[in-house]
């Protein structure tokens, strides 16, 4: 049974496939002479489906649900440059993996804290009682992690003035906390987490590494030496690092200006990056400004991430062309 869930890993949901693909697929990854019995009992295990006639072939829609004591699962972290199809992959890979969980930037999730306020029960009643009109919203919004919890602020729609702008400060990003106690807080919620099944967007590498880099102002020797860290916290650990790779820096980010712009041409992205990236500690140290600005520093993480990817997580990382690369690659 587990040699044939492992052949019915390699089918893509919702894609068909002729006789002919599947046989291929059945040699690629089983050394046993008789194929065609093999496809007969991955359909009789309702693993595969399959016209009358036998023309055309699809992976059942259920079948991880059914055989999944027999799945090794593992844990995704999807990373990559601003623009390089994070979000296209991580929809891609949950239509592939329908029995994983997903998390979203802006999302709770058990390791990352992006776009969220982490707040104590002082300051959690505090926020309650400023926006007394948004309370049941706040409540829906948050999760009791016991001694903090977790206001997945972003996703609260609102017209009150100034709502979003006060939750910010709750952040541990953008230099609101100082280095000791961001790194704990990072470290300690990586040491708890100890999941199978679960694909992340920009957990691993993207918002801790922008923090450091630009308001903590850390160096790369200092930045590899905190993954080294990590590294050890994660032992025993499954996980994989997919990592989107971005050829040509500047012909992305236009890429990204012309996609995140409204229907009369106003960029929604670009202004509020930029404005990010100038108000930064590193940014002003570096008078960073305007795209030349933002490639020099984007150029420095991809370099300091495939640094990370190289000498930390080489067994864990699987490196991609961004927007043109095969599911079955990971």
Same mark, same amino acid.
């Given at each position: ?25 059945? /040699? ?19 693993? %595969?489906?399959? %016209? ?11 079948? =991880? ?5 027999? *799945? ?13 199809? @994070?979000?296209? *992959? ?74 979003? /702008? ?63 860290? %990590? ?32 229907? @009369?041409?106003?960029? %929604?992205?670009?202004? *509020? ?26 150029? =420095? =993480? @991809? ?28």
């Amino acid at each position: 049974m587990i040699a044939l869930v492992r052949i019915a890993e390699c089918f893509e949901n919702g894609k068909k496939y002729s006789e002919k693909e599947v046989n291929e697929i059945i /040699k690629s990854k089983i050394a046993f002479s008789d194929i065609e019995l093999i496809r007969r009992e991955m359909f009789q295990y309702k693993m %595969l489906g399959r %016209l009358r006639d036998g023309s055309e072939y699809w992976a059942e829609p259920e079948w =991880r649900k059914i055989y999944g004591e027999y *799945l090794g699962k593992t844990n995704y972290f999807i990373e990559g440059l601003q623009g390089a199809g @994070k979000s296209t *992959l991580l929809q891609r890979l949950s239509e592939k993996y329908q029995d994983y969980e997903v998390f979203r930037e802006g999302d709770y999730s058990p390791v990352e804290l992006a776009w969220c306020a982490y707040v104590t029960e002082e300051q959690y009643a505090g926020v309650l009682s400023r926006y007394e009109s948004l309370k049941n919203e706040i409540v829906k919004k948050t999760v009791d992690e016991g001694e903090h919890r977790v206001i997945c602020y972003t996703q609260i729609l609102t017209d009150v003035q100034g709502f979003h /702008k006060d939750l910010e400060q709750y952040e541990i990003y953008n230099g609101n906390l100082n280095r000791e106690t961001f790194e704990h807080i990072v470290l300690s919620r990586f040491q708890k987490w100890n999941e199978t099944g679960q694909i992340f967007e920009c957990s691993i590498f993207q918002n801790i590494i922008e923090n450091q880099l630009l308001y903590l102002m850390m160096t790369d020797d200092e930045i590899l030496d905190f993954y080294k860290r %990590l590294k050890t916290v994660l032992s025993g650990k499954p996980f994989q690092i997919i990592y989107l790779d971005v050829d040509d820096i500047r012909e992305g980010i236009e890429i990204i200006r012309r996609e995140r712009s409204d229907d @009369k041409g106003n960029e %929604l992205w670009f202004p *509020l990056m930029m404005k990010y990236l100038e108000e930064s500690p590193y940014g002003k140290k570096n008078s960073l400004c305007d795209m030349d600005g933002l490639v020099a520093h984007l150029e =420095r =993480r @991809k370099a300091l991430e495939h640094r990370i990817m190289n000498e930390v997580f080489r067994e864990e990382s699987v490196i991609l062309k961004a927007k043109n690369y095969n599911l079955d690659e990971i």
